[in-house]
Nanobody
Framework: QVQLVESGGGLAQPGGSLRLACAAS????????MSWARQGPGKGFEWVSD????????DYADFVKGRFTISRDNAQNIVYLQMNSLKPEDTALYYC??????????????RGQGTQVTVSS
C-alpha cells in the first residue's frame, strides 16, 4: 500500500533553515506529481508546493515563494522541501501528499503522518 514517511522537522529560530524529506513507497513514484502541504495551529490545510514527476516543473504558494525549494530524487523515491528564512507563521505540521496543487486543494491525494516544524526564538 502507499506509504509516505516525512522527516526532518524540528525547532528552528526565525531566519533559520530546515530540510524536510518524504520517503515514498507502494506506488510508481517516478510518474507521480508530489506536493507538500501544511496545517498550522488553528489554521486549515494549505498547499505549499508541488513538483512534476520528472522534477522539471515546480510551483509554490505565494507565502513561501523565494524561501522554500522543493526537489525530488526518483532513484530513491524521496521528495524534499528545503525551507530557508523561516518565520514563526511557518509553524505547522508539514505533510507530503501525492498529486499536485489541484489534487491537494480538492482534498484528494494520500498523505503521511506529517512532521512538525516549529519556528520560535
Amino acid at each position: 500500500q502507499v506509504q509516505l514517511v516525512e522527516s526532518g522537522g524540528g525547532l528552528a529560530q526565525p531566519g533559520g533553515s530546515l530540510r524536510l524529506a518524504c520517503a515514498a513507497s507502494g506506488f510508481t513514484f517516478s510518474v507521480a506529481s508530489m506536493s507538500w502541504a501544511r496545517q498550522g495551529p488553528g489554521k486549515g490545510f494549505e498547499w505549499v508546493s508541488d513538483i512534476s514527476p520528472d522534477g522539471t516543473h515546480t510551483d509554490y504558494a505565494d507565502f513561501v515563494k523565494g524561501r522554500f525549494t522543493i526537489s525530488r530524487d526518483n532513484a530513491q523515491n524521496i521528495v524534499y522541501l528545503q525551507m530557508n528564512s523561516l518565520k514563526p507563521e511557518d509553524t505547522a505540521l508539514y505533510y507530503c501528499v501525492t498529486g499536485g496543487q489541484s489534487t491537494v486543494v480538492a482534498g484528494h491525494g494520500l498523505r503521511g503522518q506529517g512532521t512538525q516544524v516549529t519556528v520560535s526564538s
